[in-house]
């Protein structure tokens, strides 16, 4: 199984302001995927990041707000830009398994817009 | 389009007694059905998963029915225990296909004694 650590576990941010949150892995690993989780919710992909292409977004989220970086095969960022109340989520990186089948989570990202 | 529908929303089961969690999904190509468990405060971990060219998996107290033609699955958890409080997410796969999961909406699952 895949160890992944998140950063920061919470955070409380001004309307307007960006945060950038930080995936850590400890292996090396092809794709990652960052989650967003509304409080009660489900869990909605929001992107698919490759290591050395531009991340793949889907339906309803974009690069101008979610902008990710994906430096290397342990390591990627999401930010969240110019946040609203509505931002207020929980955000959460995955990788898949060796199995291909599998997916490991972070313990997540709670974001409270102010 | 919610492509994988998931009931109840809410449970609520005596200790030692059977929870019992639905899903139906509408992609007929999804070929890979995992249950993720998630306390508060972490990430969902994956908890047992099945492929649909099997009708019943059983993982301890765990066990995941599938019917295919019905394009349905469920989880059953025998012997209900106060620490399997949570919230449950079925999810499907189309693997291949990106590897991207579509997750059911939940059920917040409480045990009591």
């Known amino acids: 199984s895949a160890v992944i650590s998140q950063k920061p576990s919470r955070d409380i941010c001004q309307r307007g302001t960006s945060l950038t949150i930080q995936c850590q892995v400890d292996?090396?690993?092809?794709?990652m995927f960052w989650y967003r989780q509304q409080p009660g919710q489900s869990l909605t992909l929001i992107a698919t990041?490759?290591?050395?292409?531009?991340?793949?977004?889907e339906s309803g989220f974009v690069i101008d707000k979610f902008p990710i970086s994906r430096p290397n095969l342990t390591f990627s960022t999401l930010t969240v830009s110019n946040m609203s109340p509505e931002d207020s989520s929980i955000y959460l990186c995955?990788?898949?398994?060796?199995?291909?089948?599998?997916?490991?989570f972070g313990q997540g990202t709670r974001l409270t817009v102010v | 389009q919610q492509q994988v529908k998931q009931s109840p929303q809410s449970l609520i089961v005596q200790k030692g007694g059977i929870s019992i969690i639905n899903c139906a999904y509408e992609?007929?190509?999804?070929?890979?059905f995992p249950w993720y468990q998630q306390f508060p405060g972490k990430g969902p971990a994956l908890l047992i998963a099945?492929?649909?060219?099997?009708s019943e998996k059983k993982e301890g107290r765990f066990t995941i029915s599938f019917n295919k033609s019905a394009k349905q699955f469920s989880l059953h958890i025998m012997d209900s225990q106060p620490g399997d409080s949570a919230t449950y997410f079925c999810?499907?796969?189309?693997?291949?296909?990106?590897?991207?999961?579509?997750f059911g909406t939940g059920t917040q699952l409480k045990v009591e004694l």
């Open positions: 995955s990788v898949e398994g060796q199995m291909n089948t599998e997916a490991f």
């Open positions: 292996s090396q690993v092809t794709m």
């Open positions: 990041a490759n290591q050395g292409s531009e991340a793949t977004y």
């Open positions: 992609n007929t190509a999804f070929d890979y």
């Open positions: 099945i492929r649909p060219d099997v």
């Open positions: 999810a499907a796969l189309l693997t291949g296909g990106g590897n991207k999961l579509t």
